[in-house]
């Protein structure tokens, strides 16, 4: 089991540099410069000046040579500075948002979960029935519509029409809509899975067996079914978790929550390179961890996996 978490440890080092690596030429080849009038505000900077602050920050220098020092420093933990934000390194900047996007995640999920798997759970359970089409129906519509559709809706109904949040992020209130509007899809797609693996378990030996044993139907599903079929439900939440905080970016922007999405976005809008490598680095690392743990648990589940 040890080698097994060491390979995927070491996998993941690979995974970031990649990113990192896409992202930085990704980033530099578009067109524009962080000193010029789209990225300052419509403002044009003086050309000494701008010469001057690309000495400053070394973008005079070669991309390569760039890439490399980036590279060398973002090892030691040193994102650099903010461009924009004049004497804030990105860690402290990114520090602030974070749990404002972890929060939503966190109760996004939460949400997904709890109606995810009562839903898929009854599908299943009447399976070929109208309440089951009806479930199937209604997790296709919310699966298939973008996060921030819903988004729009719930703020128009609950709090332009009815008052029932807040409309500008002022308390607790606030986090409410936007986990529901990016927990409404993942509850969909965990009722799916959820049903599917249910169907899947009912149909096996060992459920055979025990209904001819004479057990109750309620102890063959909470004992045999229920519990053999969460374990494909359990492998996607770390990922589901990790695409629910780093998912964020359009719903932050809808509800104002001051979180990492936003930052992101200004960050793009704005050309800040060191904050947008900081950014996408951590969501990266995010998505990377969260997979990571999955992995080792599902090892942990299925022996077999160790030695794949």
Known sequence: MAGYIV???LWTIPVLWLVATVTFFLMH????SPWDAKSTGGRQLDPALEASFNRQYGLDKPLFVQYTT???NAVMLD????????GKSVTEIIGPGFPYSAKVGVLALAIALLIGIPVGIFAALKHNT???YLSLFATTISYTLPDF???IFLLIIFSVNLGWFPILFTDWRSYILPAVALGTGSAAFIARLTRASMLEVLRLDHVTTARAKGLSNRVVIGRHVVRNSMIPVLTVVGPAFAGLVTGTIIIERVFGVPGMGRLFIDSITSRDYPVIM???LFYAFIIVMSNLVVDIAYGFIDPRIRNA
């Open 29 to 32: 080849s578009a067109p524009g």
């Open 130 to 132: 109208m309440a089951d």
């Open 149 to 151: 559709v819903i988004a």
């Open 79 to 86: 994102f650099g500075d903010s461009y924009k934000q004049r």
């Open 7 to 9: 390979r995927r440890v």
């Open 70 to 72: 980036y590279l060398k």
């Open 278 to 280: 900081g950014v996408t």
